[in-house]
Nanobody
Framework: VQLQASGGGLVQAGDSLRLSCAASGRTFSSVRMGWFRQAPGKEREFVAAISWSGSTSTIADSVKGRFTISIDNAKNTVFLQMNSLKPEDTAIYFC???????????????WGQGTLVTVSS
């Protein structure tokens, strides 16, 4: 599996963005897809994860109520809808795939290149 993240950009506080993660190559129904983010000088942080079927998902408390994860199986693409963005959401956002619906980044074996989200106040 190869992953390509896109959709980042510069926005103002309160705006919305939708990130996309396109998966190519071999994909399996058992794959779990996750979004992580890493702000400058900080450790990588779990944001959200979803099963390939879309039936199960989990989201970090820090973004709950503002971010939503979804998947389009026909397009092999996972989305992260981010609403009411805050300056503290500024980070590089990475998508990843693994076997478990987990918040531990070590459980994800394939990573995309990341897309930068900058939220100005």
């Amino acid at each position: 599996v190869q992953l390509q993240a896109s959709g980042g950009g510069l926005v103002q506080a309160g705006d919305s963005l939708r990130l996309s993660c396109a998966a190519s190559g071999r994909t399996f129904s058992s794959v779990r897809m996750g979004w992580f983010r890493q702000a400058p000088g900080k450790e990588r942080e779990f944001v959200a994860a979803i099963s390939w079927s879309g039936s199960t998902s989990t989201i970090a408390d820090s973004v709950k109520g503002r971010f939503t994860i979804s998947i389009d199986n026909a397009k092999n693409t996972v989305f992260l809808q981010m609403n009411s963005l805050k300056p503290e959401d500024t980070a590089i956002y990475f998508c990843a795939s693994g076997k478990f619906l987990a918040s531990n980044s070590r459980l994800y074996s394939v990573w995309g290149q990341g897309t930068l989200v900058t939220v100005s106040s």
